[in-house]
T-cell receptor
């Protein structure tokens, strides 16, 4: 089975721009979660989608948004980029709803905001 | 804010030695997962232990969970240079809706050949 894939792997943007990141979960997985990783704050939960519905959201501003499609693929969007948004963005997929499942992570998208 | 605290923050050992990392957390959990990350790449899932389990093994890995102390440990036996990475614990709180994991700050393991 193919693992979680994320595109693009690297992105360079300037302040004020917006960006869209994509995540394809493992085949058959219906839950997709997004995390931001920075040296200062570590790994922080952004949001989670299951069957095209956002079930949980972390403490991030409204500039961070996401969606999930009927094939379980997910996108996250960051508008009006700030320097502090530079981070590794990771998505994870799991098979069932709820917490009793392993979450498998993709390789991440490294976003640099100049 | 992060729920988990990992100890030590950094660990340096020789190949063949055992490495032990500890994780403490604050709220009651459904399960706890351990991950490995090499040099800012994606996270590799190592093992999941449920709240009603006390110990779990996978190859050279042994994980224990003490819910009364809200702590877990990861033991890597007979370590190899390839085990050099950052290791994170992640908890799924019983108060979560959906698949939110809360991560510790990680332990940086260096295994010298």
């Amino acid at each position: 089975k193919a693992g979680v894939t994320q595109t693009p792997r690297y992105l360079i943007k300037t302040r004020g721009q917006q960006v869209t990141l994509s995540c394809s979960p493992i085949s058959g997985h219906r839950s997709v979660s997004w995390y931001q990783q920075t040296p200062g704050q570590g790994l922080q939960f952004l949001f989670e989608y299951f069957s095209e519905t956002q079930r949980n959201k972390g403490n991030f501003p409204g500039r961070f948004s996401g969606r999930q499609f009927s094939n379980s693929r997910s996108e996250m969007n960051v508008s009006t980029l700030e320097l502090g948004d530079s981070a590794l963005y990771l998505c994870a997929s799991s098979f069932r709803a709820g917490g009793y499942n392993e979450q498998f992570f993709g390789p991440g998208t490294r976003l640099t905001v100049l | 804010s992060q729920q988990g605290e990992e100890d030590p923050q950094a660990l340096s050992i020789q190949e063949g030695e055992n490495a032990t990392m500890n994780c403490s957390y604050k709220t009651s959990i459904n399960n706890l997962q351990w991950y490995r990350q090499n040099s800012g790449r994606g996270l590799v899932h190592l093992i999941l232990i449920r709240s009603n389990e006390r110990e779990k093994h996978s190859g050279r890995l042994r994980v224990t969970l003490d819910t009364s102390k809200k702590s877990s440990s990861l033991l890597i036996t007979a370590s190899r240079a390839a085990d050099t990475a950052s290791y994170f614990c992640a908890t799924d709180s019983i108060y979560n809706q959906g698949g939110k994991l809360i991560f510790g700050q990680g332990t940086e393991l260096s295994v010298k050949p």
